[in-house]
């Protein structure tokens, strides 16, 4: 297992989580560093996204505890939050609210007392300015997945949780989505928790992997040493031999 | 409490309102269709009695109509403001946020407040113009019984807020379902001696019940009855510590299930 550079902004340790007769989360132990850029990776039902959820404090632990930035769910949840952002590609924008009212209502939230330069700093990073006027259900699911990563780094987070950033977006829009990602993690210092499918831009974008099977964490490390451990060429082969591993044990 | 993240939950909720011209249906539609029912029903069933002063009736029913639009918009502005946030899939990202569930709370009363203003003065507005009722003759009366049944409706809507966090969706029928459960039984328009024998105990169990009796009583110039006022506020403390608790515990088994899984 690779240690994490930096002061952690996330640690995680022994999480649980049983759903009737499944066992989501078995035991997994994280921990994110000040700017480290960290893949969760897994076939379906890996429970990577039960993880993510007891990361965040939306789904409360069987066991194990959280702690974001020195601060321990889910007590001090609403502190946590002031340094997490969070963005998922399946999330739709709400109904009847204009883009740049979306952007300011969660930069509220966040606490920022008029979010106007920090809106306009995150549109314009991610080159999306002229969607400021733009209903949330007229957007296209790209559209949608930008302004979701802008509004989730309005309070430049110490750590930004993204949930399928890229899933279902064209190469185009996607290349976009990791350029800017790269380049706020770069002028921010901002530690990035991504999970996703596409194996090509988790190598592009993230220098360390952790692939989870089971509920368990199974591999920990750079890309390369992941796909050495198991003794494939790469991150692709390494998720397609979890995910058969998966479909015979299901168990 | 942040004040700002209050604000920010009362605005987005001004927007929807804006935008949505269906949501003016109950702020407006309806508290114009009661006032005239009600007071035509009056007005109409007072002049058969033989000596009946129609006006007098109609004053009985519309101060009952007005004052259970208070309890009726307390009650669906908070609940139906947090099923917009399920219809909307915002919930999650609602949670992910610093966003205590005080605040939330706080920012969709506060625009509740907004929305029962609307319809009350609609309703209020509309009885006076059309049959020359005003709430205001009530006096000071109306302090009291006002503010008892703003704090029972927002309590019956923690109790549906529990029941979507629990149940789903599904329960989203309750807002209105409990509020028709009440109306009857807590003697909006009548006496609880009224009701059929059996449907009494359960009737002076409501809060409402006592809010009602205060109110009618001071119509007939008797002037408010404080033992109502008590009985009322008591029972009423009772269901709003009822309902945060069953909120709590509904949220916890919401966070323990990952029922959040529902609403993306």
């Given amino acids: 297992m690779s240690e994490p550079t930096g002061d952690p902004v996330l640690r995680a340790e022994g999480l649980v989580k049983q ?15 000040a700017g480290e850029r960290v893949a969760l990776l897994g076939p379906n039902g890996a429970g990577k996204t039960t993880t993510l959820m007891m990361l965040l404090g939306v789904i409360s632990p069987d066991r194990g505890w959280v ?67 733009a209903m949330g259900n007229e957007l296209s699911s790209g559209q949608r997945t930008l302004v979701g990563i802008v509004k989730a780094t309005l309070h430049r987070p110490r ?33 990035l928790l991504v999970t996703s499918h596409d194996m090509i831009e988790v190598e592009r974008l993230c220098e360390r992997v952790v692939f989870v099977a089971g509920g368990r964490v199974v591999a920990d490390g750079t890309p390369t040493d992941v796909a050495a451990h198991f003794g494939r060429a790469d991150l692709e082969e390494v998720f397609l031999h979890l995910a058969e591993q998966a479909l015979e044990d299901p168990t | 409490m942040r004040w700002v993240r209050v604000k920010a ?21 309806w508290p114009v269709v009661d006032a005239v029912l009600f007071g035509s029903i009056g007005l109409y069933f007072g002049s058969q009695n033989s000596g009946g002063n129609g006006e007098e009736a109609a004053g009985f029913l519309l101060a009952g109509i007005i004052l259970f639009h208070v309890l009726f918009q307390a009650e669906i502005s908070l609940s139906t403001g947090f099923m917009e946030e399920t219809w909307s899939s915002n919930l999650l990202n609602l949670l992910t946020t ?7 709370g706080a920012g969709v009363m506060l625009f509740g407040l907004f929305k029962l203003t609307m319809g009350v003065g609609t309703v209020s507005l509309v009885a006076l113009a059309l049959f020359a009722f005003r709430i205001t003759s009530l006096g000071l009366a109306l302090v ?10 927002w309590a019956i809507a923690l109790f549906v807020i529990g029941l979507i966090l629990r149940v789903g969706q599904g329960a989203e029928i309750l807002a209105w379902g409990f509020i028709a459960l009440i109306m009857p039984l807590s003697g909006i328009f009548y006496p609880v001696s009224a009701l059929p024998g059996a449907l009494q105990p359960l009737a002076e169990a409501l809060p409402t019940t006592h809010i009602f009796e205060g109110a009618r009583g001071v119509l007939a110039g008797d002037g408010l009855s404080w033992t109502e006022v008590g009985i009322a506020t008591a029972e009423s403390a009772v269901l709003v510590c009822g309902a945060v608790a069953f909120l709590v515990a509904m949220l916890a088994v919401f966070r323990k299930r990952g029922y959040i899984s529902r609403h993306v």
């Fill in chain 2, 144 to 153: 009291p019984l006002v503010a008892l049944l703003l704090v029972v409706g």
């Fill in chain 2, 98 to 104: 610093p966003l205590r569930e005080v605040e939330y």
């Fill in chain 2, 9 to 29: 939950i009362a605005r987005r909720h001004w927007y929807v309102l804006l935008r949505a011209p269906q949501r003016w249906f109950d702020v407006v539609i």
């Fill in chain 1, 19 to 33: 759903y009737k007769r499944v066992r989501a989360v078995d035991g997994v132990a994280l921990t994110v560093g």
């Fill in chain 1, 159 to 191: 750590l930004l949780v993204l949930d399928e950033p890229t899933a279902s977006l064209d190469p185009d829009v996607a290349r976009r989505v990791r350029n800017g990602l790269g380049r706020l993690c770069a002028e921010e210092g901002t530690a």
């Fill in chain 1, 67 to 133: 702690e974001v930035c020195g601060h321990r769910l889910p007590h001090r949840r609403s502190e946590a939050m002031e340094h997490v952002g969070f963005a998922a590609g399946y999330l739709p924008l709400p109904e009847r609210l204009r883009v740049g009212e979306f952007l300011h209502l969660f930069g509220q939230l966040y606490g920022i007392l008029d979010p106007t330069p920090q809106v306009e700093l995150g549109l314009a990073r991610f080159n999306i300015t002229h969607l400021t006027s």
